[in-house]
């Protein structure tokens, strides 16, 4: 073999060794960075979140605090309710649920529901009854059983009436000072008002500075899904409901777990970033087209292998010219 070929041979394989090794090293980088970029977009918008939740669970707090100072009759707990109702106009409504016959006068259901109707004043209502005996449902069993405040898992309420709906609800039981439960208090809110504020969260966050810098060609075209511990896309965008099947992804969803997972979605390649909602017992989770996230990678690739290609054609061409030079 010509000298001058041996040393094309030599150095264009020099060329591909490097190229090589420089992918590898911007691959990790890039890994790290994504990982990072994504993560950090779930934990905001969790955050936000959350915040948002804590600031309902105070202001229910204040409501139940003011109910338990007006035990001594039915007509204080609803001037109670009625007073400190006005505090969050977010929260459908608010209820004290009381043992049977608490007050004997009130018979066996007494669940006064003062709630807010089409942005007018709240109004009161009595919605205990034979049909709907609160004593059997589970946020009445869970609270007094575990004598803990707790959201509910959601669920359907219909009696035929405009309170009909979708609620998760903030419990508290409030007991005696002999430790036997008084009632059980809560505070509503319908699911209509959290798929708008999560709306209202993915669009803050969307445009936060830090999420649109250093974008590397990705266009972070993501979305939004809430997922309850059993694994039910609970909150969503219109059309983007999210199965989940996976075992460990599920196992994570029980134990408030963080994780990241790859899955096709109608059709397109996607990866979920999720995480907990921290006091609720949800994850939030972001939803990104894989092909976006992957655009990084592909262009410098690209850039990669052109500039390899160029390299290899220089020196071919460095080194026959090298080869015509007679000596």
């Known amino acids: 073999m010509k000298p001058y070929r041996r040393l094309y041979l030599t150095v264009s394989f020099v060329i591909l060794i490097i190229t090589g090794l420089s992918y590898w090293a911007f691959w990790q980088a890039m890994q790290a960075e994504t990982n990072v970029r994504y993560y950090g977009m779930q934990n905001m918008m969790a955050a936000r979140m959350q915040q948002t939740i804590k600031g309902m669970e105070m202001s229910a707090t204040n409501v139940f605090n003011e109910v338990e100072g007006h035990l001594d009759s039915s007509e204080g707990v609803i001037k109670a309710l009625e007073s400190q109702a006005a505090l969050n106009p977010d929260v459908r409504g608010y209820f004290a649920a009381f043992e049977p016959y608490y007050f004997k006068e009130k018979g066996r259901w007494f669940e006064p529901y003062v709630y807010h109707q089409d942005g007018k004043q709240y109004e009161t209502t009595q919605v205990g009854c034979e049909r709907h005996d609160y004593t059997k449902s589970q946020w009445y069993v869970s609270a007094k059983d575990s004598r803990q405040t707790f959201w509910s898992d959601p669920y359907y309420y219909y009696d ?44 803050t966050c969307r445009n936060e500075a830090g999420v649109n810098e250093y974008t590397m060609g990705r266009e972070l075209d993501f979305y939004t899904v809430v997922m309850n511990a059993e694994g039910t896309c609970i909150l969503h965008p219109s059309e983007k409901y999210v199965p989940i099947d996976d075992a460990k992804v599920l196992d994570d969803l029980k134990k408030g777990g963080s994780g990241k997972l790859c899955m096709n979605l109608d059709g397109t390649p996607s990866t979920l970033y999720y995480g907990p909602i921290e006091g609720l017992g949800w994850t939030i989770m972001v939803v990104m ?39």
């Open 160 to 203: 035929g009436t405009d309170i009909s709906g979708h609620y998760t609800t903030f419990v508290k039981p409030i007991f005696d000072k002999d430790g036997q439960l008084i009632c059980v208090c809560g505070a509503d809110i319908t699911f209509d008002w959290l798929d708008k504020e999560l709306e209202r969260i993915y669009n």
């Open 289 to 327: 087209p894989t092909w976006d996230i992957q655009k990084p990678f592909i262009y410098m690739g690209i850039f990669m292998v052109i500039m390899a290609i160029v390299g290899i054609l220089i020196t071919w061409l460095l080194c026959r010219n090298l080869g015509k030079v007679k000596v």
